[in-house]
């Protein structure tokens, strides 16, 4: 069995909220746009990776999910987002730390508290 993917759902109340992260932050593009719709959808993607994102409010207040971003120049990722988003790194890791199992990471967390951990092995 084979898979190339794994394509995660993230539900916002305000889908911005969202696009700020992920396209803003994170430099995501939008590659499938639903967002001027009843429910305002939408396919982010960079690199390999893609997230779908989801305007549904009921949703949002049932889970807050945790994702983890692997990348291979963990002082870049860093330097960008803390230069132009600081207001969004996780006050509980602020800073790019080397973590007991390993790997250095920092943390994103925005105001509807999804939460992007930033990883290097």
Not at 28 to 47: M, S, W
Not at 79 to 99: D, F, G, I, M, Y
Not at 110 to 121: G, L, P, R, T
């Amino acid at each position: 069995m084979k898979f190339t993917r794994l394509v995660p759902n993230v539900f916002y109340t305000d889908i911005q909220v969202g696009l700020k992260l992920f396209v803003e932050c994170l430099e995501f593009r939008i590659g499938y746009d639903e967002l001027k719709t009843e429910h305002p959808f939408c396919v982010i993607e960079k690199d390999e990776l893609r997230v779908n994102l989801f305007q549904n409010k009921e949703y949002a207040e049932k889970d807050r999910p945790e994702i983890r971003l692997v990348t291979n120049n963990i002082a870049e990722v860093y330097e960008k987002v803390a230069s132009t988003h600081p207001e969004l790194l996780h006050p509980n890791l602020r800073k790019v730390t080397l973590r007991p199992w390993g790997a250095k990471e920092f943390a994103l967390k925005d105001e509807s508290d999804v939460c992007i951990i930033i990883q290097q092995w």
